[in-house]
């Protein structure tokens, strides 16, 4: 079983790494609404990051947000940076869990997670980043059994959505679900949105390494997982989807690789049928077409060349038609938006056999919820957490690398989200 409990060695539940990063500020805010649902009704709980003044001013900022003057006080602040080992470590022996907000996470992730490892703490991230994700896995998977401490990659929007969104809609089929298919839309208010360009950059970086990506997933040595039913068809590369009315493309996110980790555990350690998974994203109309198929070609030959690269770091609004932004989106902006996962599935219900014909029963659920970046994505994070400290014999008996659905499966985490706003529900 997980340890969770603080001690006069371990003395807070939470430390949260990057606090004053632009998602950082949020999922303070976030842990500061949520301290009640704590083991015991308390939670316990430090910001961590390079500079004093500015996790300060996080907490000020939070406390006005959040009529919290106390936060001011009754909040510690530790000193930590990547690039001294030694204060990593420091901060790592005090927590039980650090929700790990730096990123890009190609760059600044091992060397948290090895900390957490060496020093017996659990490890959360909001990592998009498959090459990341899975060389975790693929290094520290041991070390963290040995250890019992669990490394939950991914646990922000949109892989919590779309791996809990998986595992709910299977669990809610009457009989054996073999594919599933879905579809994110987001929308906006009339002050529109956007996406802080941090998550940009790691979308520069992520393409211009891809290679490295299938060199690193050659060495897990898998085998193809089995294939239950009708083999689920890929759809092109730009479609009209009856399923949500408008333009769609295949999602370029993580969500594919992360379910299909997840659907790999759940079939080697359960026997679960594995489900099959198609993940794509709504993009509009015409003309939303033609600014995409504009910014994709721009983006795909400058992410070639380092030059191309710089270019694309140092002007994200005019790259990207003002989807991500160095400023990131105002508060207003993100009360105004939200975002909807439509998941398709199909199987056999109970008196069919899988193995016979072609799969006779449809599901149709949704995982909706508030702003997706800065909004739901600290929602998930700290409901993650908080799953951790309040139901560790839930988890997988042994520590290790999970994703959030083979972690989270056996756990409460879906209700958890539905009481804060990430709703999952069957049409």
């Known amino acids: ?41 308390s939670l316990k709980w430090a910001v961590a990051g390079r500079s004093k003044q500015k996790l300060e001013k996080v907490l000020e900022q939070a406390a006005g947000v959040l009529s919290k003057p106390e936060l001011r006080t009754e909040v510690d602040v530790i000193v930590a940076d990547v690039e001294e080992p030694d204060s990593l470590a420091a901060m790592c022996k005090q927590a039980v869990i650090v929700l790990n907000c730096v990123g890009p996470y190609r760059f600044f992730g091992e060397q948290v997670v090895r900390a957490c490892v060496e020093n017996g703490a659990h490890h959360i991230d909001i990592s998009g980043e498959p090459q990341f ?84 997933r050659r060495k897990f040595n898998h085998k193809p997982l089995p294939t239950v039913g009708s083999k689920l068809r890929r759809r092109g590369a730009l479609f009209f989807s009856n399923e949500i009315q408008q333009y769609s493309v295949p999602f370029m996110g993580s969500d594919p690789s992360v379910v299909k980790r997840t659907q790999r555990f759940l079939s080697e350690e359960h026997q679960d049928t594995p489900v099959q998974y198609g993940a794509y994203a709504g993009i509009g ?3 939303n077409i033609i600014k995409m198929m504009f910014a994709g070609m721009m983006f795909w030959f400058l992410v070639k060349f380092s030059f191309g690269r710089n270019l694309l770091m140092k002007y994200p609004e005019f790259f990207s038609f003002g989807v991500f932004s160095k400023a990131g989106p105002t508060r207003k902006q993100m009360e105004g938006s939200s975002f909807q996962f439509s998941f398709y599935g199909e199987g056999y219900t109970d008196e069919q056999d899988p193995g ?66 990430i709703q999952f529900s069957v049409i």
Not at 12 to 23: K, N, P
Not at 378 to 405: D, F, H, S
Request: neutral net charge; proline residues 5%.
């Open 356 to 421: 016979q014909g072609k799969p006779n029963a449809k599901i149709r659920t949704l995982v909706q919820g508030p702003e997706a970046a800065y909004v739901a994505t600290p929602i998930a994070m700290v409901q993650a957490a908080l799953t951790i400290l309040n139901e560790p014999a839930a988890l997988p008996k042994r520590g290790g690398v999970y994703t959030p659905g083979a972690a989270f499966a056996k756990t409460t985490l879906i209700d958890r989200l539905n009481k804060h706003g």
């Open 133 to 216: 994700l899975e060389g975790t896995q693929l290094n520290y998977s041991g070390q963290a059994a040995e250890k019992g401490v669990f490394i939950i990659g991914s646990c922000g929007f949109d892989s919590i959505p779309a791996d809990m969104g998986v595992l709910y809609t299977r669990d809610q089929f009457r009989g054996t679900l073999t594919a599933v298919e879905s579809f994110l839309t987001f929308s906006s208010g009339p002050e529109g949105g956007c996406i802080h360009d941090g998550t940009w950059q790691s979308a520069i970086y992520g393409f211009a390494d891809s290679q490295k990506l299938q060199s690193l």
């Open 1 to 41: 079983m997980a340890r969770v409990e603080t001690s006069s060695n371990r003395p807070y539940h939470l430390v949260i790494f990057g606090a004053s990063g632009f998602t950082g500020q949020f999922v303070v805010e976030e842990v500061a609404r949520t301290v009640s649902e704590g083991p015991k009704g």
């Open 285 to 287: 109309g015409v003309w």
